[in-house]
């Protein structure tokens, strides 16, 4: 019978848990707050995208091609097939998060025991060095255009591309975070109390490298949205028709010269994305920062 | 020091090695018959034969490969299926204007980067810290495409300071050449010298926190003398470590960037092949930028033993 308890893992003082110090440190952050709300927004805008859009994306009409912004009807004017802007960003906007979401769960799903089996097993630790090693030497990019030459250009295959090249991030990440909780008295306990390895790795390690994990996927979400939106341009991404801020903006460039705004708009939702999330994280980091708790 | 060098030259080799094997491996996983993939245009039954023979696709795989590594060796990186052109003449004519456009943004990015995060880090919680930091955090969420697209509409087409797209040669006319490479180097330059500004902040605030420079503040160094002689002198591996660490988003914004500016170079190589499905050309544009990436971070790794003492005596880079 055993009888050695586990200490509680990074407790903090006495009557606050870890989680609710944070969360106020969150609230006490204007940028913090107001990077929220507009990813809050956008969410709930590009979840209901379909039924909230003014238009049926696809309904294109002739007679009306290049309507500047605020034509009774569209408010932000129409392109060059007469279909309507404000309603392509809106489901432009919800692809991209789609895509981003995806890579960042693909590099999450195989980056994490990665990192963990990398940082907890020293045996491991080479192989899956070497693996990092060959997947960097791939820039996404790249990644991408082998995948399409091989598969075909899909918002699968960009997000599978994406994500892949993220996944050495998370490895990285993860199994510094291992290496470090490895070494403290809580992990030495539970091995001594005779818990075994997945045991230790499930139970004390992954729950305690859950804020580096947070903060890392908060980071590459807005790098998957830039890359999304480049592979788009591209037209290594998402097809036309199917609504993209990248592909909106490559058939702007076709049409600089009649319709100058058009190349405005998509550009201005991708950066409003990417830049909440990067304030979020960066606010996210400072307040998961264990040197704010003393 | 001279181990470290020894484990990281063999680790680069077996990386190497493994990225030769995935990006030869990429082309057999192609649907079909490669050889069809490989014909282009004549598919004729002898031209097949043909291609298998010279590619070797008769043989077992592990010979096939062998073959192939003996091929890159001799510098065939075979024929592109769209143009009939050696892929190893098209390579020599569009890398010069890539590495060209990646030095010139490094430069800028290094210099705009540093400039910055050294202000940031003095000027902390001063206007100058929040401005420094708000341009950062732009410059990391903007599209860089987007910018490039922006400029020729409104600094080349609109305002007419720059050519829209096109390139000359910089041996040809260095005068022309640079007024065609600025807006690119420029777009290409932002995003780099947003995370270069980043990092040489919190380094700097680091350094300027650190026993040394208390220490060269203590004995009476002027303050410009502290930041330039003790604590700017870390920033230089930053640098280094960033572009170590970044070459791969540089290398994908270089291709994008030639894309939107039309520059004639390994990016609109890359593109361009995708869509005529020139497989020699891809594959050689793959592998091409994975060894480009491997030997630059080796020689990174070099650089690093070279300007931080740390590595030099403990022989770990951590």
């Not at chain 1, 805008?45 to 290049?66: G, K, M, N, R, Y």
């Not at chain 1, 195989?110 to 097993?121: K, W």
């Not at chain 2, 043909?50 to 010979?63: E, K």
């Amino acid at each position: 019978m055993t009888v050695l308890t586990v200490p509680m893992a990074e407790a903090g003082p006495a009557g606050t848990s870890r989680r609710t110090r944070v969360l106020r440190r969150l609230r006490r952050n204007p940028l913090a707050v107001v990077s929220f709300v507009v990813l809050a927004l956008a969410a709930v805008v590009a979840l209901l995208s379909p039924w909230i859009a003014p238009h049926e994306v696809q309904q294109t009409d002739f007679a009306h091609t290049f309507s500047p912004p605020g034509t009774p009807g569209h408010l932000l004017g129409t392109d060059d097939l007469g279909r309507d802007v404000l309603s392509r960003i809106m489901l432009g906007a919800r692809a991209s998060l789609q895509v981003a979401l995806l890579a960042v769960a693909t590099s999450l799903i195989i980056g994490v025991p990665l990192g963990l089996a990398a940082g907890y097993f020293r045996a491991w630790d080479a192989v899956i060095s070497r693996f990092t090693d060959l997947l960097l030497a791939f820039p996404f990019l790249i990644m991408a255009v082998g995948l399409a030459a091989i598969r075909g250009a899909s918002l699968t295959n960009a997000a599978v591309a994406i994500g892949i090249a993220q996944i050495p991030g998370v490895i990285r990440v993860v199994r510094s975070d291992t290496l470090r909780l490895k070494s403290l008295d809580f992990v030495a306990a539970a091995v001594v109390d005779g818990a075994s390895d997945p045991w230790v790795l499930a139970r004390h390690i992954l729950p305690n490298a859950t804020s580096v994990i947070l903060v890392q996927a908060t980071v590459a979400i807005p790098t998957a949205i830039l890359a999304e939106a480049v592979l788009s341009f591209l037209g290594l991404g998402i097809q036309p028709p199917s609504p993209s801020l990248g592909t909106m903006l490559a058939t702007a460039q076709q049409f600089a010269a009649r319709a100058p705004w058009a190349a405005v708009l998509p550009g201005v939702v991708i950066m409003g994305l990417a830049l909440a999330f990067n304030v979020f994280g960066d606010a996210l980091r400072d307040a998961l920062d264990p040197k704010g708790d003393r | 020091m001279a181990r470290y060098l020894i484990t990281r030259a063999w680790h680069s080799a077996l990386t190497l090695l493994l990225s030769t094997i995935v990006v030869f491996l990429g082309v057999r996983a192609l649907p079909g018959d490669p050889a069809l993939a490989l014909a282009g245009e004549d598919r004729s039954p002898e031209a097949l034969e043909a291609i298998r023979h010279h590619y070797g696709l008769d043989q077992p795989l592990p010979i096939q490969f062998a073959q192939y590594v003996e091929r890159l060796v001799q510098g065939d990186f075979g024929v592109s299926i769209r143009t009939g052109i050696p892929v190893s003449s098209m390579l020599t004519t569009a890398v010069p204007v890539t590495v060209e456009l990646s030095l010139l943004a490094i430069l800028l990015a290094a210099a705009l980067g540093v400039g910055a995060g050294v202000l940031a880090a003095v000027r902390r919680g001063r206007p100058a810290e929040w401005l420094a930091n708000g341009l950062a955090l732009v410059g990391l969420s903007v599209p860089h495409f987007w910018l490039g697209l922006l400029a020729i509409l409104y600094l080349s087409v609109a305002a007419g300071l720059f050519p829209a797209s096109g390139f000359v040669p910089l041996l040809e006319d260095p005068v022309g050449n640079l007024h065609h490479i600025i807006l690119p180097t420029v777009i290409l330059g932002a995003g780099l010298a947003a995370i270069i500004m980043r990092q040489t902040r919190s380094a700097m605030l680091e350094a300027l926190s650190s026993d040394h420079v208390r220490t060269a503040k203590a004995k009476g160094l002027r303050p410009r003398a502290v930041i330039t002689r003790h604590a700017l002198r870390n920033s230089l591996i930053v640098v280094v470590t960033i572009v170590g660490l970044q070459l791969g988003g540089l290398i994908s914004g270089a291709v994008v960037t030639e894309q939107i500016f039309g520059l004639p170079g390994f990016g609109k190589m890359t593109i361009d092949a995708v869509f005529q499905r020139d497989y020699p050309v891809i594959q050689a544009v793959v592998l091409l930028t994975a060894t480009a990436y491997i030997v630059i971070n080796f020689l990174v790794d070099l650089l690093y033993s070279v300007i931080d003492p740390r590595i030099r005596v403990t022989g770990d880079p951590t």
